[in-house]
């Protein structure tokens, strides 16, 4: 079945020290996206790759950097995770940003401490 | 900016019993999605609803768009313990593009 992937579901980092979380998807998706959400708090859009095109929030932080190596993997990389940083990340895909109307689909995410 | 609001923000039901979730934005709505969350998961799609008076239905499971009111609800009859999560709805932020911007949830519990 044609899916969207993370990994790992659960990961454990030190404050300060540098993380990264892996999408994959197999929908041949356009559009990648990647929220945070905290607890009972609704997901939180923090960027999405178009293509090759990388598109931040305005509040997203400098922390929060993004890569996109190809069509079907995109990678979230927290320079100096924080406490505050401690969420579920949630990676997501669309087939094309510009037409609306359509669902985002959506990994199981990743859970993500911080000690 | 645009702001969805869930209700109620919890709700316990017993099995069997029919409930109702709603969802109302602050400003227009284009795209309206319902998705179900379960406790440390990714959200699953449920329906897109796209026009007002708008319903659409998958299994036990009802949503309608009130385009004038901007309010959407989704209806769950004869409720079962596999309906149990949370309810998260989305909203496209424009008719331009895919951006979605969500509710915090209604958090359904089911007694059996």
């Known amino acids: 079945d044609a899916m969207v992937i993370q990994n790992p579901r659960y990961q454990v980092t030190q404050f300060g020290k540098p993380v990264t979380l892996s999408c994959s998807q197999t929908?041949?998706?356009?559009?990648m996206y990647w929220y945070q959400q905290k607890s009972s708090q609704a997901p939180k859009l923090l960027f999405h790759?178009?293509?090759?095109?990388?598109?931040n929030e305005a509040d997203t932080p400098d922390n929060f950097q993004s890569r996109r190596p190809n069509t079907s993997f995109c990678f979230l990389d927290i320079r100096s995770p924080g406490l505050g940083d401690a969420a579920m990340y949630l990676c997501?895909?669309?087939?094309?940003?510009?037409?609306?109307?359509?669902?985002?689909?959506f990994g199981d995410g990743t859970r993500l401490s911080i000690l | 900016s645009q702001e969805l609001e869930q209700s109620p923000q919890s709700l316990i039901v017993q099995e069997g019993k029919n409930l109702t979730i709603n969802c109302t934005s602050s400003?227009?709505?284009?795209?309206l999605y319902w998705y179900k969350q379960k406790y440390g998961e990714g959200l699953i799609f449920l329906m897109m609803?796209?026009?007002?008076?708008e319903e659409k239905s998958h299994e036990k499971i009802t949503a309608k768009l009130d385009e004038k009111k901007q309010q959407s609800s989704l209806h769950i009859t004869a409720s079962q313990p596999s309906h149990a999560g949370i309810y998260l709805c989305?909203?496209?932020?424009?008719?331009?593009?895919?951006?979605?911007?969500f509710g915090k949830g209604t958090r359904l519990h089911i007694l059996p």
């Open positions: 400003k227009t709505l284009y795209g």
């Open positions: 997501a895909t669309s087939r094309d940003i510009t037409d609306p109307y359509q669902p985002q689909h």
């Open positions: 929908l041949n998706h356009n559009v």
């Open positions: 790759y178009y293509d090759k095109d990388f598109n």
């Open positions: 609803l796209q026009k007002g008076g």
């Open positions: 989305g909203a496209d932020r424009s008719a331009r593009d895919d951006k979605i911007i």
